[in-house]
DNA sequence: AGCACGCCGACT
DNA sequence: GTCGGCGTGCTC
């Protein structure tokens, strides 16, 4: 009887070998369920022999194959493979993480027949009628016109997605003519809204890369904020369509997706899009994925997990936001998406965009260095708009009250009087970082992280935002008693509190994760915003990604120097991103934008720069600190985590993990070092650097030392390899 | 990861 | 005398 060999979701990095009838190699990549241990189980089959290592009286017999879904596709099982061992995890572990969890489980895929796809869109009465319209006690259906409102079209899938009561409403709209239903089965590439004259600078872009289509090639779309990088992406996706072929967008974050598919949407009305992230239920995602597989989703949109979907017609992906941190899985497998998105390209014969303002010091040398086609556009793509004026407020001069200067609150004050909408940024949520004892000068630590708990004033709390821990305010002191103890420095509560005072008649929100977290929160702020119910906004670094807001004119950052003086080699290339997309928000339209840091260096080289909106001239600075330091893209790095109950028991673990090792002349390994956060969530963290100017080097070493690591007794300790990690 | 096997401390 | 602690080792 023939043997298949299954992947499994076990962290031991072996494929279990089963008897199974009537199986031939085209059933490579199907599910299959297998007895394991005491337990049944589903794996992944990589292989069908004859023969086995496996002493004939070990051999059990598969219990089933499943059938109901075509095979995972072999390019898919090579993703897999080549993402277990670059980053050093067990295959079946990585296989089975990057699939749905319906199908991981040990049952057949319920195929019912999903339901009829069905397109409505706005009518021009429809855009007519007020919200208030609608009774306010009705909220679903102000909720479906609210979204209608704003994206014009939707789907019968989106529109369950936000309400499974709304699909209710549709008839009688359709009978009050405020909306027009329409069948989409097909993928024929209809385009509906406007679509914009391309800039000199796009066309060159969109010109070059599919003039290159057909073979592999990464390029790095490089555009300051609001040059059109998304009208580039509309371009080459429309090329890729029109061919029939499917597209891979990639985005760092949830709170984008309903933005970017909205465009998508309005551009491409009658081609099925799917969007995949972690938002998603279950059955969502599994949907998703098989239509993603089937070929019947020609765009698909998604988070970092979506770069393992299977695509049997890829033409293009597109990576926005390519430095983003969040496209690096910080848990678990600690996988790259941006670098597996290479990969599958490079797999796929296709072109992959990096698309950025302000790209990773690591994908901007590649483009230097002519691994990477580097494209660029230097200018605003919408008429009037020009780069918003940024300036320093030297807050050793302008001494600060509650966190904000004199010539801030002026520049706010102006703007309110001009009805333009300003934004706070501020990247702490919460009302102050700590509680302070004057007298002693204690402050409230985290029981279970070396941090301090953050202050909410609200429900009168102290808040751990490592580790979600909550307390109540102490009365005293616990140190020494005294009752003198209170808040210190500026969250993003206090600051709406200070400019509540300040401003009175203004309207402010404030936006950060404690705002949001509610369902519908997201889009229910972006409307006021839009609908211009707010003259300020104070957020969190949630306003800096990818929002569009027409009316904002002003843009002042407070509290943005702690990161020049980290000691992460990374936090100036971030504070620089991060700076310009918040800088980025101020003067999309008509209105010139202002942008006012507050700051103790104003001469810094980063804020100098960051005037000038010259990125080029940071990353070259940056970029020659990193070559003499011998740091990352000089290097290449790698970090062996590990976390236990006692600091002790780590280092322990990490010296003996040294001991093994026996680098080669080319690959250094540091002294193991406690984590910058040192204890988190109760554990005890600290791992050890491995570099090496060699890849190839590096990764062979530490396919080897994995190895014996994995031999080692590994007690209470929990250990990964990291490899190209981004924290420290 | 689970789950069993296995060898030492406080209990009806 | 046992119940149960979690250290060690295996799962085709």
Same mark, same amino acid.
Request: one cysteine or more; proline letters at 5%; charged letters at 20%.
């Given at each position: 009887?023939?043997?298949?060999?299954?992947?499994?979701?076990?962290?031991? &990095?072996?494929?279990?070998?089963?008897?199974?009838?009537?199986?031939?190699?085209?059933?490579?990549?199907?599910?299959?369920?297998?007895?394991?241990?005491?337990?049944?189980?589903?794996?992944?089959?990589?292989?069908?022999?004859?023969?086995?290592?496996?002493?004939?009286?070990?051999?059990?017999?598969?219990?089933?194959?499943?059938?109901?879904?075509?095979?995972?596709?072999?390019?898919?099982?090579?993703?897999?493979?080549?993402?277990?061992?670059?980053?050093?995890?067990?295959?079946?572990?990585?296989?089975?993480?990057?699939?749905?969890?319906?199908?991981?489980?040990?049952?057949?895929?319920?195929?019912?027949?999903?339901?009829?796809?069905?397109?409505?869109?706005?009518?021009?009465?429809?855009?007519?009628?007020?919200?208030?319209?609608?009774?306010?006690?009705?909220?679903?259906?102000?909720?479906?016109?609210?979204?209608?409102?704003?994206?014009?079209?939707?789907?019968?899938?989106?529109?369950?997605?936000?309400?499974?009561?709304?699909?209710?409403?549709?008839?009688?709209?359709?009978?009050?003519?405020?909306?027009?239903?329409?069948?989409?089965?097909?993928?024929?590439?209809?385009?509906?809204?406007?679509?914009?004259?391309?800039?000199?600078?796009?066309?060159?872009?969109?010109?070059?890369?599919?003039?290159?289509?057909?073979?592999?090639?990464?390029?790095?779309?490089?555009?300051?904020?609001?040059?059109?990088?998304?009208?580039?992406?509309?371009?080459?996706?429309?090329?890729?369509?029109?061919?029939?072929?499917?597209?891979?967008?990639?985005?760092?974050?949830?709170?984008?997706?309903?933005?970017?598919?909205?465009?998508?949407?309005?551009?491409?009305?009658?081609?099925?899009?799917?969007?995949?992230?972690?938002?998603?239920?279950?059955?969502?995602?599994?949907?998703?994925?098989?239509?993603?597989?089937?070929?019947?989703?020609?765009?698909?949109?998604?988070?970092?997990?979506?770069?393992?979907?299977?695509?049997?017609?890829?033409?293009?992906?597109?990576?926005?936001?390519?430095?983003?941190?969040?496209?690096?899985?910080?848990?678990?497998?600690?996988?790259?998406?941006?670098?597996?998105?290479?990969?599958?390209?490079?797999?796929?014969?296709?072109?992959?965009?990096?698309?950025?303002?302000?790209?990773?010091?690591?994908?901007?040398?590649?483009?230097?260095?002519?691994?990477?086609?580097?494209?660029?556009?230097?200018?605003?793509?919408?008429?009037?708009?020009?780069?918003?004026?940024?300036?320093?407020?030297?807050?050793?001069?302008?001494?600060?009250?509650?966190?904000?200067?004199?010539?801030?609150?002026?520049?706010?004050?102006?703007?309110?009087?001009?009805?333009?909408?300003?934004?706070?940024?501020?990247?702490?949520?919460?009302?102050?970082?700590?509680?302070?004892?004057?007298?002693?000068?204690?402050?409230?630590?985290?029981?279970?992280?070396?941090?301090?708990?953050?202050?909410?004033?609200?429900?009168?709390?102290?808040?751990?935002?490592?580790?979600?821990?909550?307390?109540?305010?102490?009365?005293?002191?616990?140190?020494?008693?005294?009752?003198?103890?209170?808040?210190?420095?500026?969250?993003?509560?206090?600051?709406?509190?200070?400019?509540?005072?300040?401003?009175?008649?203004?309207?402010?929100?404030?936006?950060?994760?404690?705002?949001?977290?509610?369902?519908?929160?997201?889009?229910?702020?972006?409307?006021?915003?839009?609908?211009?119910?707010?003259?300020?906004?104070?957020?969190?670094?949630?306003?800096?990604?990818?929002?569009?807001?027409?009316?904002?004119?002003?843009?002042?950052?407070?509290?943005?120097?702690?990161?020049?003086?980290?000691?992460?080699?990374?936090?100036?290339?971030?504070?620089?991103?991060?700076?310009?997309?918040?800088?980025?928000?101020?003067?999309?339209?008509?209105?010139?934008?202002?942008?006012?840091?507050?700051?103790?260096?104003? &001469?810094?080289?980063?804020?100098?720069?960051?005037?000038?909106?010259?990125?080029?001239?940071?990353?070259?600075?940056?970029?020659?600190?990193?070559?003499?330091?011998?740091?990352?893209?000089?290097?290449?790095?790698?970090?062996?985590?590990?976390?236990?109950?006692?600091?002790?028991?780590?280092?322990?673990?990490?010296?003996?993990?040294?001991?093994?090792?026996?680098?080669?002349?080319?690959?250094?390994?540091?002294?193991?070092?406690?984590?910058?956060?040192?204890?988190?969530?109760?554990?005890?963290?600290?791992?050890?650097?491995?570099?090496?100017?060699?890849?190839?080097?590096?990764?062979?070493?530490?396919?080897?030392?994995?190895?014996?690591?994995?031999?080692?007794?590994?007690?209470?300790?929990?250990?990964?390899?990291?490899?190209?990690?981004?924290?420290?």
């Amino acid at each position: 009887m023939p043997i298949i060999r299954v992947a499994l979701n076990v962290p031991v &990095d072996t494929l279990f070998d089963y008897q199974a009838e009537d199986v031939s190699k085209d059933d490579i990549g199907l599910r299959a369920c297998v007895p394991f241990g005491k337990k049944q189980v589903t794996g992944i089959i990589l292989a069908v022999s004859d023969e086995t290592q496996i002493p004939i009286e070990k051999l059990k017999s598969a219990h089933g194959i499943f059938r109901e879904i075509k095979p995972l596709p072999a390019a898919l099982l090579d993703l897999f493979h080549f993402c277990s061992q670059y980053y050093h995890h067990p295959l079946g572990m990585v296989i089975l993480n990057g699939l749905p969890v319906k199908l991981r489980n040990n049952k057949p895929v319920n195929l019912k027949r999903k339901p009829a796809q069905y397109q409505y869109s706005l009518t021009s009465s429809g855009k007519n009628v007020a919200v208030t319209q609608i009774p306010a006690r009705n909220r679903v259906a102000r909720r479906l016109l609210g979204e209608f409102q704003q994206t014009e079209t939707l789907t019968s899938l989106q529109i369950k997605h936000i309400s499974p009561r709304a699909e209710k409403l549709l008839q009688d709209w359709i009978q009050l003519d405020w909306i027009t239903a329409k069948f989409c089965s097909t993928a024929a590439v209809a385009r509906v809204a406007e679509i914009p004259v391309l800039t000199a600078e796009q066309e060159v872009a969109v010109n070059a890369i599919t003039a290159d289509a057909k073979q592999f090639n990464t390029w790095l779309l490089h555009g300051v904020t609001g040059s059109g990088k998304t009208e580039v992406y509309l371009r080459i996706i429309e090329s890729v369509l029109v061919q029939g072929r499917q597209a891979l967008v990639l985005i760092p974050e949830i709170s984008l997706t309903p933005q970017l598919e909205g465009v998508f949407r309005a551009r491409f009305s009658t081609v099925p899009l799917v969007s995949l992230h972690s938002g998603l239920n279950d059955t969502e995602r599994l949907t998703g994925w098989l239509q993603a597989q089937r070929g019947e989703a020609k765009i698909i949109l998604g988070t970092r997990l979506a770069v393992f979907t299977p695509i049997s017609d890829l033409g293009v992906i597109i990576v926005d936001e390519e430095q983003d941190s969040s496209f690096k899985q910080q848990d678990g497998l600690r996988y790259s998406a941006r670098d597996l998105a290479i990969f599958r390209a490079r797999q796929s014969a296709i072109p992959v965009i990096l698309g950025s303002a302000t790209p990773s010091l690591e994908s901007y040398y590649n483009a230097l260095t002519g691994r990477y086609r580097h494209v660029r556009l230097l200018s605003r793509a919408v008429q009037n708009a020009t780069l918003p004026l940024i300036q320093c407020i030297d807050t050793r001069i302008n001494k600060t009250q509650e966190g904000l200067s004199g010539p801030l609150i002026q520049a706010l004050d102006r703007c309110l009087q001009k009805k333009h909408q300003s934004l706070i940024f501020i990247n702490r949520r919460g009302y102050a970082p700590v509680l302070l004892c004057k007298s002693c000068g204690w402050t409230a630590p985290c029981q279970r992280c070396s941090s301090r708990l953050v202050v909410h004033l609200r429900d009168k709390k102290l808040c751990c935002h490592h580790c979600g821990h909550q307390e109540l305010f102490p009365r005293a002191c616990p140190q020494c008693g005294n009752q003198d103890i209170a808040p210190f420095g500026q969250g993003t509560q206090r600051v709406e509190e200070t400019l509540t005072a300040d401003f009175p008649t203004a309207r402010i929100l404030r936006i950060d994760r404690d705002s949001t977290r509610r369902k519908h929160a997201w889009q229910e702020i972006l409307h006021a915003v839009h609908t211009h119910q707010v003259d300020i906004l104070i957020g969190t670094q949630l306003l800096a990604k990818g929002h569009d807001f027409p009316n904002l004119s002003l843009v002042g950052i407070l509290n943005a120097d702690g990161a020049l003086y980290s000691t992460d080699f990374r936090a100036s290339e971030r504070l620089f991103a991060q700076l310009m997309q918040v800088a980025g928000r101020a003067g999309r339209a008509n209105v010139a934008g202002h942008v006012l840091i507050q700051t103790e260096f104003p &001469d810094h080289p980063l804020y100098q720069a960051l005037q000038r909106h010259d990125y080029d001239a940071l990353a070259q600075t940056l970029l020659a600190e990193r070559k003499m330091a011998g740091f990352p893209p000089y290097v290449y790095q790698a970090l062996l985590r590990a976390e236990a109950h006692h600091i002790k028991t780590v280092l322990d673990f990490l010296a003996q993990a040294a001991q093994l090792a026996h680098p080669p002349q080319t690959v250094e390994l540091f002294d193991p070092v406690p984590a910058h956060m040192t204890r988190l969530k109760g554990l005890e963290r600290a791992h050890l650097l491995v570099q090496s100017s060699s890849r190839k080097h590096l990764h062979a070493f530490l396919t080897g030392w994995y190895a014996k690591i994995t031999t080692l007794p590994s007690q209470k300790v929990r250990w990964v390899l990291d490899v190209d990690p981004l924290e420290f």
